[in-house]
């Protein structure tokens, strides 16, 4: 009887909440991490409701979903990930849900850059593609698209919202690459916590090197650490940082090894809290890029 009792509050709380959101008339979606939770907000506005099941200052590498979170996608009308394999729980997450709606994959269209796997050889793709802002005019398009089709009467809207935001992107990067000019191609080094920032370095033309791999769940290998101290050391490298979403002991342990000062920490996989720096992808861009360029004045 019990347990009846309380199968029956969670479906009265899921009717109630379903209730609620069909009465506000705004699109239900989830976003698998931070970052999207902000562009889905950006391009739908006061049409939709976004939760994000990894949130600001959190880790997607190193995630571990809860039947809460399968609760939240059920309630849900869309599904934004980033792909990629930046989230290998979500597709099993989905599906465990029971959830049958459209899930709209923010990269697509995105031309994926690969780097050598931490084990067994080969190579593995890198699904940091936001960190380069010219892909995230991809991200915003494919998001549109998505909210279009489950609210056509608000695509006209939508579209809009999302070439201003196309507009808002091109003026970052034009002023992001206009500030790294500012730095001698020769200094253009930097050293952060794992390998989230090779789209960027790509971008912009800046070197970027990592103890640890794409994933923070990686562990670094002693000789791959030792290698890159060697490095920092004989090309006197100074700018070196932590992430926001990183376990700060072993870049701590290199910068201390080297003799170097640590850098203001970087906005990697996910947005500060709305009260500090980084608590939208543009205020995070526009930090991480004057965090880089003043380090690398050091260099």
């Known amino acids: 009887m019990k ?15 379903n ?42 590498h190193v995630f571990e979903p809860k039947p809460t979170h399968a609760k939240r996608i059920l309630q849900s009308q869309l599904v934004v990930t980033n792909g990629l394999g930046f989230e290998p729980w979500m597709a099993k997450l989905v599906k465990s849900s029971g959830y049958k709606g459209l899930v709209v994959q923010a990269s697509d269209g995105v031309t994926a850059r690969t780097m050598p796997a931490e084990t067994g050889g080969g190579v593995e793709t890198d699904p940091h593609a936001w960190q380069d802002p010219t892909n995230v005019i991809l991200y915003v398009r494919n998001i549109a698209a998505g909210l279009s089709k489950l609210d056509p009467d608000g695509a006209a809207i939508y579209r809009a919202h999302a070439e201003s935001y ?41 070197t970027l090197l990592a103890p640890q791999g794409i994933s923070t769940e990686a562990e670094p ?27 700060s002991k072993l870049i701590t342990q290199i910068a201390k090894d080297t003799g170097v000062i640590l850098g203001r920490p970087l906005f990697a996989d996910a947005l500060s809290k709305s009260n500090a720096e ?22």
């Open 166 to 206: 196309v507009a808002e992107l091109q003026k970052l990067d034009t002023w992001a690459q206009e500030q790294i000019a500012t730095i001698p191609a020769p200094k253009r080094k930097v050293i952060t916590s794992h390998d989230a920032f090779g789209y960027f370095g790509a971008h912009f033309g800046v």
């Open 221 to 247: 290998s002693a000789k791959g650490v030792a290698k890159l101290i060697r490095q920092i050391k004989q090309e006197q490298i100074k700018a070196v940082f932590l992430e926001n979403m990183s376990n």
């Open 3 to 17: 347990r009846l009792s309380q199968w029956l509050l969670a479906l009265a709380a899921f009717v109630f909440l």
């Open 19 to 60: 209730a609620s959101a069909l009465a506000a008339g705004k699109v239900q979606v989830t976003t698998s991490f931070s970052v999207l939770q902000d562009l889905v907000q950006v391009v739908g506005a006061d049409r939709v409701e976004v939760h994000a099941l990894v949130g600001p200052d959190e880790d997607a």
């Open 278 to 299: 980084g608590a939208s992808y543009l205020q995070l861009m526009r930090y991480n890029v004057k965090a880089l360029v003043e380090g690398m004045q050091m260099n």
